[in-house]
């Protein structure tokens, strides 16, 4: 008889837990849901940073070579590339002083240099990614290579932002379809009442992922074709929904 009871209490329980879910209201809810998209493209620009500098005694000879083989690698990077955008910056012009231990300037004197370093850098934006390799490779008879970046043209970058857009509202009509279904809603009852795009400020895409490499000096002599692999570029988005239940 007790066994009985004791059944009868935990079906009366188990019964009245159910009904309770079952009682809870959604109506009206409002439910924030957060979403994600993404496209990848093979990357289809490149941005490299040459530099030139020169150490003489004389600084207007040191600027002089360096005016000298800036003028000779722009010239080259031109003929090799002629659709290439190039922009100098950076000119600069340092004292050298010699390596010594300091001395008590009791005498007032300054300190002389020894000589001076010069030297400017020159920035190169091209979509020729197959001959690469063969215009660095020239120029660096001349110039150093400072830097490489690889991403996405101005115009590639437009072209996919529609379907990022598209795959970022997908993942979002998934994820409230799956919250519907989780609280025992059918989806249709989810009314969309907010789409926010990058609305905090937080949701802007990422820098473009940026490779870079360095490369020794180079003198008249013929210098070897780099090697370079322009990888691809993920965009990312994000939205915030907020929807409510009828």
Known sequence: MKTKNMLACLCLTLATGIAAAQAVQTSGTLVIVPATGEVKHANDEANLTFMIEEQDKDKAAAASRVNQKM???MDILKR????AV???RGYYT???????QPQPRSNGKLRQPSGWRVGQYLEMKTGDLQNLPKTVAAAQRVLALNGLRFGLSEVTAKQLDAQRIDATYKNLTERIASIAKAMGRNPADAVLDTVDFEG???YAPEAFAAKTMR?????AAPVEEPSFEPGETTLDMRVVGKVRFR
Request: charged share 20%; net charge negative; proline share 4%.
């Open 94 to 100: 340092y004292a050298v002083y010699p390596d010594e």
């Open 80 to 83: 090799a590339d002629a659709q």
């Open 86 to 88: 190039l922009t100098t």
């Open 200 to 202: 905090s400020g937080n």
């Open 71 to 73: 003028k000779q690698g």
């Open 215 to 219: 490369a020794a000096m180079a003198d």
